[in-house]
């Protein structure tokens, strides 16, 4: 069926999803997968947008670490963003005779050539956590529920302003409070699904007034961040704070920041104008801030009373289903999957497995990151990985 066929024992991957999420963590060497080893030969290309972002590099790591644990070759490529390199490497990867592509897009469209190549050669095609779009050809989609991240960030910050208690129960603090939104790149499919899930329940608070989008700008073509750079977001958080926030006229509450990239730049600029923790030097407290991928540096933000909040998406437990996916796709069989029904590319309903994603407050780090192996305390405490 395909242009190798591996067979494996039914049992071989079983504990992959469980392997990915023990031990090791975002800044230990050990990687998912487990089980039957593969043929040497066989060779899987692995394409991820950048290493600007410490969760890419992070991906990188688990990815390529659970497939060589199995005995796949690995060929682990980074675009720097740039979506020529990103189809170059691809072609690379077919030419140098892959059996199986992993691909995160940096445009959901751009590989499309790469694509049909793929598939006319029996080679299937994993989508993981960027989602390919407008293309029959690939085969699954590894992520994680961007939805329920978007919604998690607005929880987290009506937590953080007090209008939500942690138990989800109506907070005693009525506004209004005056926010601001930012979204993640146009070009990434998630950014849709993380701004929809974050204004399915803010919505309801700005249409009763408790929270005041003060700029205006509340779509997501207002609000994206190209490339979820940090610098971009602070540019735009500059060009807000002038805007409506000079002069002593208004104060800035809150500001739903998509991921931890983004949050940085808001945070450093915020900073810039003078606003800080309440126990700082600062003048002004710092507006909630939410997040997303639970990077160190932000963990450490949050732990000290910077960044409110981030949302944590075990990327150990991503690459495990991914390597499990893998060998299912190599051995002719079905992968799993536990949703088919959300993710239309615009060519079809793509097969998708969502894993889960936990909130990340002050007071869970040590359970969620630190016990967990995740991170280490020292990290933490550093802001970086050691």
Sequence with gaps: MFKKIVMFAATAATSLVLAGCAGGGAGSGNGAGGGTQAPADTRIGVSLPSQDEERWITDGKAIKEGLEKVGYQVDLQYANNDIPTQQQQVDQMLTQGA??????????????????????S???IVSYDRFVRNSADVDVYVTFDNFKVGAQQATSLLIGLGVLNKDGSEGSAKGPFNIELFGGSLDDNNATFVFNGG?????????????????????????ATENWSQQKAQERMDNLLTASYSGGTAKLDGVLTP??????????????????????????????????????ASVKFVNDDVQFSTVFK?????????????????????????????????????????????????????????????????????????
């Design 259 to 296: 991921n931890d990239s983004v949050a940085r730049g808001v945070i450093t600029s915020l900073g810039n104008a003078g606003y800080g923790p309440t126990l700082s030097s600062q003048p002004k407290p710092m507006p909630v801030t939410t997040g997303q991928d639970a990077e160190v």
């Design 122 to 124: 029996n080679i299937p």
């Design 199 to 223: 204004m399915s329940v803010l919505q309801k608070y700005i249409d009763n007034g408790t929270l005041v989008v003060k700029s205006g700008q509340n779509k997501l073509a207002q609000v």
């Design 99 to 120: 059996d199986l592509l992993i691909l995160a897009p940096l445009d959901g469209t751009a590989l499309s050539p790469q694509l049909q190549q793929a598939a006319s």
């Design 314 to 386: 075990d990327t150990r437990a991503l690459a495990a289903q991914t390597v499990k996916a893998s060998q299912d796709l190599l051995a002719g069989k079905d992968p799993e999957v536990n949703d088919t029904k959300s993710y239309d590319n615009g060519s079809k309903i793509v097969p998708s497995f969502l894993v889960p994603i936990q909130p990340i407050y002050k007071d869970n780090i040590k359970s969620a990151l630190i016990d967990s192996g995740y991170y280490t305390a020292e990290e933490v405490a550093a802001g970086r990985l050691q």
